[in-house]
């Protein structure tokens, strides 16, 4: 399984030679000015899901790779804290952009177990001590995830979800890495990225792109805070 890469370097490199291994079009399309409207049609509601941001404080956090609960848990904070300054939680706005590898966060367990996302992204499970074989922050049990101090946190992301907490996932890495994928897998890159855009979880916005998104949500009033 091909190690996560460990910069932004590193990941234009897997891009250019996942395009040499499984075709130069089915990668540079999507980065062309023409790229066909086929490409976006999964993402034509992006513009509409982020004019759902009305509230009086708003923020953004950008999840570029895996960073322990610190993302999940900082949403779950700008919440509280709020609250407990007189703002209460429905009338506040939270963002979590999910790209470049922060993208197996926004797939079902299913994918993890069948494509090692623990083993490639470098993400552990705190239960079994070994690489992740599920999604750790979709429908975590009780007491899966506690703060010194403050004992059990509520970071799920359906948790969060039901907070309020919009997520989304971009469209460019999830097309690059299932590409990826397919070629070490010998199967059709448009088949992979049809199985990842399937098992999205619940809720989660498919966005053109990460960095997309992050404009978005600024201009949209969010502050930004990059989450890892």
Not at 27 to 33: D, L, R
Not at 109 to 135: H, I, P, S
């Amino acid at each position: 399984m091909q190690k996560k890469p460990s910069n932004r370097r590193d990941f234009l490199g897997k891009i250019a030679a996942s395009a040499a291994a499984v075709g130069i079009a089915s990668i540079t399309s999507p980065f062309s000015v023409n790229a066909s409207p086929e490409f976006f049609d999964h993402t034509n509601d992006a513009d509409e899901w982020f004019s759902k941001i009305k509230g009086k404080h708003r923020i953004m956090y950008d999840v570029v790779r895996p960073n322990g609960m610190l993302p999940f848990a900082w949403s779950r904070i700008f919440l509280v804290t709020n609250t407990a300054t007189g703002t209460p939680e429905k009338d506040n706005n939270v963002v979590v952009v999910l790209r470049h590898d922060g993208i197996p966060y926004a797939m079902q367990d299913n994918l993890w177990a069948k494509y090692k996302f623990g083993e490639m992204f470098k993400v552990t499970d705190d239960k079994t001590k070994a690489a992740a074989l599920r999604n750790p922050f979709w429908k975590p049990a009780p007491g899966d995830y506690k703060a010194p101090g403050i004992g059990n946190v509520a970071v799920g992301i359906n948790e969060l979800q039901d907070s309020g907490v919009m997520f989304c996932a971009c469209n460019m890495a999830l097309t690059v890495y299932s590409a990826v994928i397919a070629q070490q897998t010998n199967q059709d890159a448009a088949v992979v990225k049809n199985e990842f855009l399937a098992n999205i979880l619940p809720g989660i916005q498919v966005v053109p792109s990460g960095v997309w998104a992050v404009n978005r949500a600024q201009e949209h009033g969010c502050s930004y805070c990059y989450a890892g």
